[in-house]
């Protein structure tokens, strides 16, 4: 299983990103896929998961409202929009697929590289 993702930058407060990441040799419709972030000294945390097979998904409490993860299964290739951005968003961001419910990096069984996305005041 190959996870690629793409889409980071450097922003300003208030502006959009769209991240995407394509996965390879994994079946998307039945795949539990999230993605996580790491700030600079700081744990990787989750940030949204999706169940596609039930369309079931989660958000972290810091990007409610502002984040939302789809697919596209045409192009397997899981999104994450992220609107009204801040600083406190600024980490690199990960694709991340397992085999059941995603609650933590625990849950992983594929990484993706990571993208940086930089938010600027």
């Known amino acids: 299983v190959q996870l690629q993702a793409s889409g980071g930058g450097s922003v300003q407060v208030g502006d959009s990103l769209r991240l995407s990441c394509a996965a390879s040799?994994?079946?998307?419709?039945?795949?539990?896929m999230g993605w996580f972030r790491q700030a600079l000294g700081k744990e990787r945390e989750l940030v949204a998961a999706a169940m596609w097979s039930s369309g079931v998904t989660v958000y972290a409490d810091s990007v409610k409202g502002r984040f939302t993860i789809s697919r596209d299964n045409a192009k397997n290739t899981v999104y994450l929009q992220m609107n009204s951005l801040k600083p406190e968003d600024t980490a690199v961001y990960y694709c991340?697929?397992?085999?059941?419910?995603?609650?933590?990096?625990?849950?992983?069984?594929?990484w993706g590289k990571g993208t940086q996305v930089t938010v600027s005041s």
């Open positions: 991340a697929a397992g085999a059941k419910w995603i609650t933590s990096r625990y849950d992983i069984n594929y």
């Open positions: 040799e994994l079946t998307f419709s039945d795949a539990y």
